[in-house]
């Protein structure tokens, strides 16, 4: 669905620039994309286009614009659903948010796994940091004990 290119280091420099990544977070690919919506004379793209990054938990968005915007940031839990959908001419990814919004973004290049299959993997990744705390002896000796009174 879209051109695995590696032209776009400019690209990942603006995200390097703008986006500090969480701990436990991992790029899954970065895309330039148009948002799609329905207009009296069909399916148009919307101007301008986004530079998008997809991780393991959030799609990162930001406007290619002269004027500076902060990054947009829709975290996994807010996906419900995405499919791959053909609105017009167009081959696009749907996303249903929880809040009743879709969004139709169409990938014009990217770098990384599909726009859709980088989605997808987004949604199914764990949410959160992985359970870290070590327990002392005393401690599991507690844990013990109160399991035996139960």
Known sequence: MVAQLTQPKSLELVFKQHVRLH??????GVYQVTVIR??????????PPLDAMV???RLILHPQTRRRYPVASIPSLF???IAEVELGRHQCVSLTLK??????????????DDLGGALRTMLTSPVGAPFKMRLGPDDIRRMIQLIDRL
């Open 55 to 57: 991780t393991n938990f």
């Open 38 to 47: 329905r207009a009296a004379s069909g399916w148009v793209p919307s101007p």
């Open 99 to 112: 809040t009743g919004h879709q969004l139709y973004l169409s990938a014009n290049w990217g770098v990384g």
């Open 79 to 81: 996906v419900t659903t």
């Open 23 to 28: 701990p436990h977070e991992k790029e899954l």
